[in-house]
């Protein structure tokens, strides 16, 4: 990279900060509420967040638009923030192993397949690769019912805000062996 690249690298970086802190204005948001979206934007994932009075996680839900002629496509990401969510069913029981940043071990937990969250406040993050937008709103429902990966990582954000950690059988207690 040249001198000049930095430079515009840099000022790009304060003016999506500049539109951050505009968003929230323009939402009506509390300013820390925001923060997990943005997580999940700059690093991908699903996260959560919470203090005394509030809390909050976001969502990934991506879904992948392949036009076979062309052999080509792109991955839209819808990101869901929800403040103070709270789930008001699941369905289904998947056995999986997962990991967050707050153990150094994969668990084996059970979550549900299907799940449905409910919002106070639902913002909808719609990241668009191929054209290089994101765009935010609210839309007027209070609930998503969410299935597979986004339905896991809800119920594992949900089990961060209400216990503080992820809660399973470590790895290590697995049989480990050659197959015949």
Not at 78 to 91: A, T, V
């Amino acid at each position: 990279m040249d001198e000049y690249s930095d430079i515009n690298e840099i000022k790009n970086f304060f003016m999506f900060a500049g539109k951050e802190q505009y968003l929230i204005k323009e939402l009506g948001l509390p300013e820390e509420s925001i923060l997990p979206l943005m997580l999940s934007l700059k690093s991908g994932g699903s996260w959560s967040y919470s203090t005394e009075a509030l809390s909050v996680m976001s969502i990934k839900n991506p879904s992948t638009q392949y036009d076979e002629n062309e052999d080509t496509g792109y991955t839209l990401e819808d990101i869901y923030l929800f403040l103070n969510p709270e789930i008001i069913n699941k369905q289904g029981s998947v056995y999986r192993l997962e990991k967050c940043s707050k153990r150094g071990e994969r668990v084996l937990v059970e979550r549900p397949y299907r799940i449905t969250v409910k919002g106070e406040r639902i913002i909808l993050a719609q990241v668009h690769p191929e054209k290089k937008k994101i765009e935010v709103s609210e839309p007027e429902y209070k609930s998503i019912i969410f299935t597979g990966s986004p339905a896991y990582s809800a119920a594992h954000e949900i089990e961060h805000l209400t216990t503080g950690e992820i809660n399973g059988e470590p790895i290590w207690n697995f049989e480990l062996s050659k197959s015949q």
